[in-house]
């Protein structure tokens, strides 16, 4: 076997990438009437913490021993999430009515694979889902008052082109990006 089909098996991406299909159209299915930027959080958001559980394998010691590069496989893993996660919802939505907007979903995919790439080097991989969802959870019953401080905490939900929810996603992408590239999944 190839090592990209060992890799793709011991991350569970087969499963993984059905978890995200099905996400997307369980969120889209009850909400296709009032499709907004929370549904489309939503789906991402559950899209890739089921994707995030893959970003360790079985065994961290042994994925660190290979004589491979690590950190050029690790990126290219978890920017494969962000885009098969934006991609699929961005399919899924085609079927409705209402749709969010591109730069939208680019946005929420950053800053979302940049928590869940934060989380599996914290926590460990198994646990990559934990703050995508929190943050979300946080953000949805955050008051839309206006503030920059709500801005901040809900930027999942923003519009798009609010320039504190594009700058909170791209700096947790990056430092999500970086920190797994370079560190990978918590022993």
Do not use: N
Not at 31 to 55: E, F, K, M, N, P
Not at 90 to 108: C, K, M, N, P, T
Not at 120 to 133: C, D, I
Not at 153 to 179: N, Y
């Amino acid at each position: 076997m190839r090592w990209t089909l060992l890799y793709a098996r011991s991350r569970q991406i087969p499963v993984a990438a059905l978890a995200l299909v099905v996400c997307a159209f369980a969120v889209w299915a009850p909400a296709r009437g009032s499709w907004s930027a929370l549904y489309a959080a939503l789906a991402l958001a559950a899209g890739i913490a089921v994707c995030a559980t893959g970003l360790s394998g079985q065994d961290p010691e042994l994925d660190r021993t290979a004589a491979i590069r690590w950190p050029l496989r690790r990126l290219a893993h978890v920017v494969l999430v962000g885009v098969a996660a934006g991609a699929v919802l961005l399919a899924v939505q085609e079927i409705g009515a209402a749709q969010v907007a591109f730069s939208l979903v680019a946005r929420d995919s950053a800053g979302l694979l940049g928590l869940a790439a934060l989380a599996a080097t914290a926590f460990g991989g198994q646990f990559g889902w934990t703050l995508p969802l929190v943050w979300f959870a946080i953000g949805a019953f955050t008051p839309q008052d206006g503030s920059v401080k709500a801005k901040l905490v809900s930027w999942m939900l923003q519009p798009a082109g609010t320039p504190e929810a594009t700058w909170t996603a791209a700096v947790l992408g990056a430092a999500g990006l970086l920190a797994y590239s370079l560190r990978g999944g918590r022993r």
